[in-house]
């Protein structure tokens, strides 16, 4: 019914103990999402308890997913200065989905992660500065909204967290649900961006159309459009934020940055153009045209 | 964070780049002095946070002491694209031979530094990439393996240099460590200076600082110029807003990077343009959004507000306080639109009604009545 998560997913909360940690955990928990363990360094033997769940905390992520080979997915929440550690410890114990929610993690820290999970082909890095996933009514493994998504047959790639609620909660509002929500984060150097995730999305049976929510800043749309062209059986609404923000200013996300002529929206746009990909103008139409594509 | 070129420059020879003698100077007096200990031409060069300084005349050469006198004092109080020059540099000018350029650059597209380097030195380095994009040889540097000698050597003959290539190779592995050990997000080298006597030499440098990392290099800070900042920019920092000085009149203020960057779109669309960007972050209570308005309404070149909320974690009733406070106080003194959907809408609702504040549906209807309103 989705990608990289749903219903079965057992899920370990790196920073469990911290506020953050806690908080989402709990708010994790009440989604219906499988917490088996938390981890934080030495505050092994702890328990976390929250909605009647009364969840183990260990050491390590070792320590955690060695007590439970079945955790698939670790969240972290830990602060940017720790964050890359934190993603190479999940990776080290062998969890083969890590999603890292810090935002202002060095961009060095990160092109070293990058770097080495390159070399771990069973390891897929979300974020980071990312809300997370959610396959909505299955798992929510990020700080979204739960109220904002509805279950449906609409995938959705974002470089922005807000307005990955903002489309959501609109297609929700048109009665149209999603399958799965990622939302990748707006830093320069992320794990997963939409090239990583356009053919699950176009291999998932429940699958039917793909909204993508890109932004100024690099060349990761370009290299999307380039894939939708060739290899997309599934239609893609493409919306692109930032088209009025000015050269060689940082708009907020670390990654939203036009230098010299890379990164300008006017060559995002060429380039969903020149691969047939409708591009909405605006937020609202968004829903005009995934009803357009799904044929509602 | 941008540091200027002296600084760029201090920082690449703590990395055994070599650079020509130099020493900043805030008057002619001053420059006049370092003039004549050095007895020899020098270049007297505005520093500035701006490219394009030469063309702009803040780069002058002085035969002797009483000349680098006059054109320091030519330069200092000089305004380069809206920026007052209040230092200069004054440097032995080197024997130029030869002028290339080499640069790195933070690159998403191999998730790594990518290192740039061009025959084509001394000039705007985006202009030859747009005209002449076969002149810059690129090399994506593996982040854990960083640059090696041999790779540079290898940049180096397929680029065409010319030189002492074992030099030549120092100065670009040079650079890559003085990016890796201050966290550049961008550093160069233009020109890189092969003089007539076969030295390789830094003759100008430029490096950005990524500001994630600044907490790992508390010797940077005192690099950090507070004026030459945009003042309320200054003042967002201390709130802990992102938030930049735009251009436009009407003050835009939201909640996610992604939202605000869309909000700015759609003032653009509808016939305005945005003063600023500012993002409240994530989970704002009423105080944030109160100081949030306070500040925007600080902007002389604001003539309406445009508020596009969209809660997630940041409940709608939070910012409807915030707002309500501003009122309250008499400080909401301009055209203030507002749009607020998602967690706590209904509660934020209940709050406004009955105000004085014009409530929309959509953002886009909120941005055609604003902008409308501020041009009246």
């Not at chain 1, 505050?43 to 079945?70: C, D, M, N, R, W």
């Not at chain 2, 670009?172 to 076969?198: C, F, H, K, R, W």
């Amino acid at each position: 019914m989705s990608i990289l998560v749903n219903k079965n997913t057992k899920v370990l909360v790196q920073g469990i103990t911290g506020r953050e940690g806690a908080y989402h955990a709990e708010k994790m928990l009440e989604y219906g999402t499988q917490v088996v363990a938390g981890a934080t360094p030495g505050k092994g033997g702890q328990t976390f308890s929250a909605l009647g769940h009364t969840i183990p905390v260990y050491s390590s992520a070792a320590q955690a997913k060695a007590a439970h080979p079945e955790i698939s997915a670790s969240i972290i929440f830990v602060p940017p200065a720790a964050a890359a550690d934190a993603t190479l410890e999940a990776a080290h114990a062998g969890i083969g989905l890590i999603i890292n929610i810090a935002e202002g993690m060095p961009t060095i820290d990160m092109m070293r992660v990058v770097r080495e999970l390159k070399e771990m082909p069973n390891v897929r890095l979300i974020g980071g500065n990312c809300p997370g996933l959610i396959t909505p009514g299955e798992c929510k493994l990020g700080i979204m909204p739960a109220s904002t998504f509805k279950a449906g047959r609409v995938g959705m790639i974002s470089r922005s967290g807000t307005l990955t609620y903002e489309a959501s909660k609109m297609l929700a509002d048109a009665n149209i649900g999603t399958s799965t929500v990622v939302g990748i984060g707006g830093d320069p150097i992320i794990g997963t961006t939409f090239i990583d995730l356009l053919p699950m999305f176009n291999d998932d049976p429940d699958t039917d159309a793909v909204v993508m929510i890109g932004e100024i800043g690099g060349a990761d749309e370009e290299m999307a459009a380039a894939w939708i062209a060739q290899h997309m059986k599934k239609p893609v609404i493409a919306f692109i934020s930032g088209r009025t923000a000015p050269k060689g200013k940082r708009m907020g996300h670390a990654g939203a940055l036009i230098m010299g002529n890379v990164g300008t929206a006017e060559s995002k746009l060429e380039a969903m153009a020149a691969a047939n990909v409708p591009v909405a103008d605006t937020m609202d139409e968004i829903v005009t045209l995934t009803k357009k594509a799904l044929g509602l | 964070m941008k540091l200027h070129e002296y600084q760029a420059k201090e920082l690449l020879a703590k990395f055994g780049v070599p650079v020509p003698p130099g020493r900043i100077a805030f008057t002619p007096d001053e420059a006049k002095a370092i003039a004549n200990e050095y007895g020899s031409l020098t270049v007297i060069k505005a520093q500035v946070h701006v490219g394009g300084r030469g063309k702009a005349g803040g780069v002058k050469l002085a035969k002797d002491a009483n000349e680098a006198y006059d054109r320091a004092k030519a330069i200092l109080g000089m305004d380069i694209k809206g920026l007052t020059v209040r230092k200069v540099l004054v440097g032995k000018a080197v024997d130029i031979a030869k002028e290339y350029y080499c640069g790195l650059i933070v690159d998403r597209n191999v998730q790594g530094y990518t290192l740039m380097v061009s025959k084509e030195g001394g000039v705007d380095i985006e202009e030859v990439a747009a005209t002449n994009p076969e002149a810059i040889t690129r090399f994506a540097i593996d982040p854990i393996k960083g640059l090696r000698p041999f790779e540079a050597r290898d940049i180096a003959l397929q680029a065409g240099l010319e030189g002492n290539l074992n030099k030549i190779a120092a100065m670009m592995v040079g650079l890559y460590n003085a990016a890796v050990g201050v966290d550049a997000s961008l550093a160069e080298i233009n020109p890189l200076v092969i003089t007539e006597q076969g030295d390789v030499i830094a003759a100008d440098a430029k490096i950005d600082i990524d500001d994630n990392a600044m907490y790992r290099h508390p010797e940077l800070e005192m690099y950090r110029e507070v004026e030459s900042e945009h003042p309320l920019e200054v003042e967002a920092k201390a709130f802990g807003f992102s938030y930049v000085k735009l251009d436009g009149h009407i003050g835009v203020i939201g909640n996610g990077a992604g939202l605000v960057m869309t909000s700015l779109d759609v003032v653009s669309r509808v016939g305005g343009k945005a003063a600023n960007f500012l993002d409240i972050g994530g989970g704002a209570k009423a105080e944030v959004v109160y100081n949030a308005v306070k500040l925007v309404l600080k902007d002389p070149d604001v003539k309406g507000i445009l508020i596009n909320i969209f809660g997630g974690i940041t409940r709608a009733d939070e910012v409807a306080k915030g707002v309500l406070r501003a009122l309250d106080e008499g400080i909401l003194t301009k055209p203030l639109a507002m749009r607020v959907a998602g967690t706590a809408e209904a509660e934020a609702l209940a709050l406004l009604e009955g105000k004085p504040i014009n409530m929309y549906p959509t953002m886009t209807e909120a941005a055609t009545a604003v902008v409308k309103e501020a041009a009246l």
